[in-house]
């Protein structure tokens, strides 16, 4: 076969795999030896050349001083490879070893979750979204059927801000109207975020916590969707599928019925500290949409019905991790923080 460009290429080739098999100097060597030594396939390939006429070396000339280059380069390359192997013992310095010295991020407990209640209410159709925690009083309160000068004003104590009107959330109810407006009916929705209470804090209360507002609105939605919607959210939060709810009258002026459901406690059979050795625990403040909230909104009640489901998300982190302190979540303690 005369010397031409195809040969030269699978040579390359073979070149090529010899090396990537090659574990040891020696073998290497050898390699170097068999191309690039003085009766090596370069120097065949040289003589060939020598031999065509003058066209023909101009073309493959430079293509043969580029293949022996080539070579050596790599040759050259997989030496120090080998060698430093060699030195280090085969084991590489390796970037992402663990370092017990060095600190790691970590999501903070409320992000992880918020990731599982969303994929939780993600999975049962539900929408997340979020709405604004800078609000007004009419989202906060009268939109939620509580006029000015109703008492139940003062079962939330208000961050009011200098502009009139204006306070810092103190539910997320105040989702609801923005997404009644907003959204077409049917409507199913998630909406976690922060909440505002002017009050005292203690291990169970906080001025600023993180809450959960589900919503579904349709036509011919009655309390047994809401008490299944919250048996199987509660179920899946606690990873436990016999958790049994119960039922207890609730006052909020924006559902009729209002009601506070327990759930069985996560923890014990009959009785504990988290339940109070009750076997029950307060979890979710529900209802169904009180006629006024729908109306307010230009929802028809007669054709329309609808339920809400509000909690503590920060409750359920402590119920879920077994953490006694609202206030840990956002203290600078890293040693809370890096349990997580
Ligand atoms: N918004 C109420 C609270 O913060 C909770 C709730 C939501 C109750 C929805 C009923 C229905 O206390």
């Avoid at 020598?50 to 070396?57: D, F, H």
């Avoid at 989702?175 to 009916?185: D, I, R, S």
């Avoid at 203690?202 to 008490?227: C, R, W, Y």
């Amino acid at each position: 076969m005369t010397l031409n460009q195809k040969e030269i290429e699978q040579i390359h080739h073979m070149f090529s795999q010899a090396l990537t098999k090659v574990t040891t100097l020696e073998a290497l060597e050898v390699i170097r030896i068999t191309y690039l030594g003085r009766k090596g396939k370069i120097t065949e390939l040289m003589n060939q050349l020598k031999q065509l006429p003058v066209e023909q070396k101009r073309l493959l000339g430079p293509v043969l001083q580029e293949l022996r280059q080539s070579l050596t380069t790599k040759i050259e390359a997989k030496k120090s490879e080998l060698e430093l192997k060699q030195k280090t013992n085969g084991s590489f310095f390796d970037v992402t070893a663990y370092d017990p010295a060095h600190k790691n991020g970590s999501l903070h407990v409320y992000s992880l979750i918020n990731q599982q209640l969303e994929d939780i209410f993600i999975s049962m159709g539900f929408e997340v979204v979020s709405g604004p925690e800078l609000e007004t009083d009419y989202y906060n309160f009268e939109s939620l059927n509580i006029p000015a000068d109703h008492p139940a004003r003062d079962l939330q104590d208000t961050f009011w801000l200098n502009l009139p009107g204006k306070l810092l959330r103190t539910h997320t109810s105040t989702v609801q109207a923005h997404c009644m407006e907003e959204k077409k009916l049917p409507l199913a929705i998630f909406a976690p975020g922060r909440v505002f209470r002017n009050e005292a804090t203690d291990a169970t209360h906080d001025f600023m916590f993180p809450q959960g507002e589900v919503m579904l609105i349709d036509k011919k939605i009655s309390i047994a969707n809401l008490l299944a919607t919250a048996k199987a959210f509660l179920q899946e939060f606690f990873g436990q599928k016999d958790l049994k709810i119960r039922t207890r009258p609730g006052y909020f002026p924006f559902v009729e019925p209002g009601i506070e459901i327990d759930g069985s406690c996560p923890f014990c059979k009959k009785g504990c500290s988290v339940c109070k050795y009750t076997t029950w625990i307060e979890l979710l403040g529900a209802g169904l949409v009180h006629p006024n909230v729908l109306r307010c909104s230009g929802i028809n009640p007669e054709k329309y019905s609808g339920f809400a489901i509000g909690f503590g998300i920060a409750r359920l982190a402590m119920l879920k991790y077994g953490i006694n302190d609202i206030r840990l979540f956002h203290s600078d303690k890293l040693s809370f923080l890096e349990q997580f």
